[in-house]
Each structure stands twice: as structure tokens, then as C-alpha cells.
């Protein structure tokens, strides 16, 4: 079975400074991985994905993760947080070939003035 | 290209009662996936359809069923509603034409909320 634990409910940030949000995961063959983000009452958008190309994946709106397999991690950044950041975000898994995902819990950015 | 659509947006509903919610999947999508979003147990997998057919199923009771159409629309109903069918109901879809292909990403649309009273 598959799952995802993304670390920290809520992260802070002030506007400029870094973004990490933190997701491992948990699978027995080698998985695609996805971060989403959705705003308030908004469904979900998909900022990157990782199927088994290059390990540093590049998204939309700045952000990059980079899966580790020794890690288990796939763990998303951006150099400078905007205030238009500010929303939640969610990891996902699944099997290659398959649609069906399995989610984190999310992590709420807030981002600070 | 038009996106996922779910009808209605928002819907209140008395326990007892039994729900419909519609999606129309991106034009030439074939797979559509649904999930309920709750705070306390975040997005969790109800089921999917390709083709027509139920292919893989989540861990929810039998009171939640659904169905696909030729023209890849679908629906989900819930029946006998209870308080704790209160969620936001997620519907996406996605162009995997097969199990073995690579998978790709799957698009959402913006969800039905769904109030048990």
C-alpha cells in the first residue's frame, strides 16, 4: 500500500524568504509523485511531477521538487515566497499506469508581509 | 480546452436524503476519479471509471456508488445521507488510455460542497 506524510499541518514563511514543504513517501514500486495546490473553495492544481525522468522536476509559478530515492522524499521549494503563495498544499502517489492517487494531508503556506 | 466541470457547486441536503453529483471530464479524458475532501480526513479516493466500468474503488461504504457514460461524463450518488457526508467533492479526470501506460496527471475541477443538515 501506498502513502504520503507531508511534515508540519502549517508553515510560515515571511514574503521573500524560502519555501520548503516536506513529503515522503511510502511505496513498493517506483512511484509518480505530485504536488498540487488549491486555493480556498478551488479545486486542485497540479504545480509539478515527478515520472521517473529527471529527479529535479521544475513546475509552475516558480516552485521545484526533487525526488530522493534514498530519502523517500520529494520535498517542494521555491527560492522566494510571494504573497499569492499563500494557500494549501498536497503531495501525492501512485502507481505507474494508474490514475488513482493517494494523498498527503496537506500543508498550509501562509506567507507574511 | 474547456476544464473539468462539476455540477452544482454547492448543495444542501437533509440526512436521509439521497444526492446526484455530475462531472464532465475534459473532452477526450476517459478516466474520472472522485474524491471527498474532509478536515479531518483529507482527500481520500472513492472511486474510478474508465470506459464505462468501475475499475478501482476506495474504502467507502456501499452508499456511495457511481457511473460512467459513453461520452465519459459521470456521476456519483450518495444515498441516506448522514452528518458526516459534509465534504467537498472532487472530480478528476485524466488521459490515461490504459493500465501499463505511463500514467499522467490528473485534472480537477473546482468541486461540488456538499452540506448534510
Known amino acids: 500500500a501506498q502513502s504520503v506524510t507531508q511534515l508540519g499541518s502549517h508553515v510560515s514563511v515571511s514574503e521573500g524568504a524560502l519555501v520548503l514543504l516536506r513529503c515522503n513517501y511510502s511505496?513498493?514500486?517506483?512511484?509518480?509523485l505530485f504536488w498540487y495546490v488549491q486555493y480556498p473553495n478551488q479545486g486542485l492544481q497540479l504545480l509539478l511531477k515527478?515520472?521517473?525522468?529527471?529527479?529535479l522536476v521544475k513546475g509552475i509559478n516558480g516552485f521545484e521538487a526533487e525526488f530522493k530515492k534514498s530519502e523517500t522524499s520529494f520535498h517542494l521549494t521555491k527560492p522566494s515566497a510571494h504573497m499569492s503563495d499563500a494557500a494549501e498544499y498536497f503531495c501525492?502517489?501512485?502507481?505507474?499506469?494508474?490514475?488513482?492517487?493517494?494523498f498527503g494531508k496537506g500543508t498550509m503556506l501562509l506567507v507574511s508581509p | 480546452k474547456a476544464g473539468v466541470t462539476q455540477t452544482p457547486r454547492y448543495l444542501i441536503k437533509t440526512r436521509g436524503q439521497q444526492v446526484t453529483l455530475s462531472c464532465s471530464p475534459i473532452?477526450?479524458?476517459?478516466?474520472v476519479s472522485w474524491y471527498q475532501q474532509t478536515p479531518g480526513q483529507g482527500l481520500q479516493f472513492l472511486f474510478e471509471?474508465?470506459?464505462?466500468?468501475?475499475?478501482n474503488k476506495g474504502n467507502f461504504p456501499g452508499r456511495f456508488s457511481g457511473r460512467q457514460f459513453s461520452n465519459s461524463r459521470s456521476e456519483m450518488n450518495v444515498s441516506t445521507l448522514e452528518l458526516g457526508d459534509s465534504a467537498l467533492y472532487l472530480c478528476?479526470?485524466?488521459?490515461?488510455?490504459?493500465?501499463?501506460?505511463?500514467?499522467?496527471?490528473?485534472?480537477f475541477g473546482q468541486g461540488t460542497r456538499l452540506t448534510v443538515v
Open positions: 478528476a479526470s485524466s488521459p490515461t488510455l490504459d493500465r501499463g501506460v505511463r500514467n499522467t496527471e490528473a485534472f
Open positions: 511505496s513498493s514500486v517506483p512511484p509518480y
Open positions: 515527478y515520472t521517473s525522468a529527471a529527479t
Open positions: 501525492a502517489v501512485s502507481d505507474p499506469g494508474y490514475s488513482t492517487l493517494t
Open positions: 473532452s477526450g479524458h476517459r478516466s
Open positions: 471509471y474508465f470506459s464505462e466500468t468501475q475499475r
